[in-house]
């Protein structure tokens, strides 16, 4: 009986179908792994005062002319009348191991966001590239949104549109390198190498700031605690700050968050803290409340000024129908000192303001 024998090139031309379908197989799930996104929103507003001018006053005093502010001395929503917040950008790009984010910003909102920025009309609000190890490791290289605090720059994750007193004197954004860690399902932490806060496209001083989190999550909520360390200017005072974050679904309809936060450089500095009650009404529509303290230290603060202690009640609204999202917002800001000037000029210690914003997030 004839053996049959195969040759090397039978044997190839054999393999040749089912190597090439093998390879199209594992590039296309390669494809699908990767995902390249685009998504981010639009916000505009308006803005109006009760008991107080819906315009900044000019005061002179001597050889300097000053400005009473027509609005809470906090970031962003500060516009008297119709106005816009930003166009925010977010290009993304992800696999199982590597992805970067470009997050651009245009408009007031965006400019401030970005205020230590050279030039000023800088439109990056965050650019890094990351590399995850493992399932339990992942680095970060470049300039990305603090970890610290309850609100954020993007006005579609915030239930409130105007922003607390924390949130704005607290860092926006940093640049550095970072490691995150998944201990377990629950617990994660973030140890990080960084520019003084927000210079972000570059290091002007030479010095860097530290900074680390630690988290605990599950399918109720979540509660961080965050702290950065380091000089923010040529001089050799150093910044610190302590801050809790956290929230979670009491029922299928109410939810609570808090945050608490301590800031302090060599004696100049803050404290406070700030409860975020929010009940869902119905699948569109929402009610949310952020009641909170802030008190600047005695020998100094970012705001008012010196041993100043103010007081931020903010009702919002949040009907959202589609990618769009409307927020009509009452306000009322109490300070310890006469900050504000009512219709009369007279100073005052409150301003009680009105906002309706649209956000359309995609």
């Known amino acids: 009986m004839k053996t049959i024998t195969s040759s090397k090139l039978v044997k190839f031309l054999f393999l040749l179908p089912v190597a090439l379908t093998t390879s199209t197989m594992i590039a296309q799930e390669e494809e699908e792994a990767a995902k390249f996104t685009i998504n981010g929103s639009i916000d505009a507003y308006f803005r109006t005062n009760f008991n107080g001018l819906n315009k900044s006053q000019e005061i002179v005093g001597g050889d300097e002319a000053s400005f009473i502010p027509a609005a ?64 339990a490791l992942k680095f970060t290289l470049g300039n990305w949104n603090t970890f610290l605090g309850y609100e954020v720059i993007s006005p579609a994750a915030n239930f409130n549109y105007s922003t607390s007193y924390m949130f704005s004197y607290g860092p926006f954004s940093h640049t550095g390198i970072k490691a995150d860690f998944s201990f377990d399902d629950n617990w994660t932490g973030m140890l990080a190498v960084m520019n003084p806060t927000d210079y972000t496209e570059f290091n002007p001083i030479g010095k860097y700031t530290f900074g680390g989190l630690l988290g605990y999550s599950n399918a109720s909520g979540s509660a961080f605690l965050n702290l950065i360390y380091g000089e923010q200017s040529l001089s050799d005072d150093a910044l610190f700050q302590i801050d809790l974050t956290t929230g979670w679904d009491l029922t299928e309809t109410f939810y609570l968050g808090f945050n608490t936060t301590y800031q302090d450089t060599e004696g100049v500095g803050f404290y406070g ?44 609204g949040s009907y959202a129908v589609g990618g769009l999202i409307i927020k009509p917002e009452l306000r009322l800001d109490s300070i310890s000192e006469d900050v504000f000037l009512d219709q009369d000029l007279q100073a005052t210690d409150n301003l009680s303001s009105f906002v309706l914003a649209a956000i359309y997030a995609f």
């Open 72 to 135: 809470p001395a906090t970031s962003f929503a500060n516009d008297p009348g119709f106005a816009i917040g930003m166009a925010n950008i977010i290009l993304g790009y992800e696999n199982d191991k590597i992805g970067f984010v470009a997050d651009l910003v245009f408009g007031p909102r965006g400019e401030d966001a970005v205020f230590l920025s050279e030039p000023s009309t800088n439109i990056v609000n965050q650019l890094y590239a990351y590399y995850k190890i493992n399932d």
């Open 273 to 316: 803290a700030a409860l975020y009650p929010q009940i869902a009404l119905s699948d569109s529509f929402g009610l949310g409340l952020r009641a909170e303290y802030f008190k600047e230290l005695e020998d100094g603060g970012p705001v008012y000024g010196a041993d100043v202690r103010s007081l931020d009640f903010t009702l919002t």
